[in-house]
T-cell receptor, first 115, second 113 residues
């Protein structure tokens, strides 16, 4: 059983909808990440938070808006998405960023389909 | 440019066959190296990692990988695969002291019973 839980597991939305993805980690980690996994492409780092402070925005379009209210929770707010945004969105956590990321612990992902 | 290449996208083996999955990276600096595995319907999880020391590292379920610095490679091996090894395998590197993982595109392994 993973220590990182993501909801919903599947999401279908229209281009004008607003939805959110939620991630919760039960590992006591200080760093949390959003990755995008598309078919036949490497995992793309989207955002990194360390102790609730965003430390990385990897040139992600503003239609993706992250939120980290505390070190255990991470959200990805979605609005006016495009069909090419359809992908598996993975949340991950690591102990912290000091000295490097170390091992990443992943959730099972949220499969997003944009119609 | 920083990148990770996994040359085998799909591999099909029979049980008891030996496995070697290639991973080469391009990175200007010292790195930590990882192999992650994603079993069907499950989350990505760590298989093994190399930070320093003995370049031959052993992971879970009988897997091992060898870091060859001169070749910028970190190939994954297992002497005898099992049906339960069917999964997707991802090689990844991260610059020492940084948090920006660079992942390969993954290799889908199917083991036939």
């Amino acid at each position: 059983e993973t220590g990182v839980t993501q909801t919903p597991r599947h999401l279908v939305m229209g281009m004008t909808n607003k939805k959110s993805l939620k991630c919760e980690q039960h590992l006591g980690h200080n760093a949390m990440y959003w990755y995008k996994q598309s078919a036949k492409k490497p995992l793309e780092l989207m955002f990194v938070y360390s102790l609730e402070e965003r430390v990385e925005n990897n040139s992600v379009p503003s239609r993706f808006s992250p939120e980290c209210p505390n070190s255990s929770h991470l959200f990805l707010h979605l609005h006016t998405l495009q069909p090419e945004d359809s992908a598996l969105y993975l949340c991950a956590s690591s102990q912290d960023l000091a000295g490097g990321a170390g091992e990443l612990f992943f959730g099972e992902g949220s499969r997003l389909t944009v119609l | 440019a920083q990148s990770v290449s996994q040359h085998n996208h799909h591999v099909i083996l029979s049980e008891a066959a030996s496995l070697e999955l290639g991973c080469n990276y391009s990175y200007g600096g010292t790195v930590n190296l990882f192999w992650y595995v994603q079993y069907p319907g499950q989350h990505l999880q760590l298989l093994l990692k190399y930070f320093s020391g003995d370049p031959l590292v052993k992971g879970i379920k009988g897997f091992e990988a060898e870091f060859i610095k001169s070749k910028f490679s970190f190939n994954l091996r297992k002497p005898s695969v099992q049906w339960s090894d069917t999964a997707e395998y991802f090689c990844a590197v991260v610059g020492t002291g940084t948090y920006k993982y660079i992942f390969g595109t993954g290799t889908r392994l199917k083991v036939l019973a």
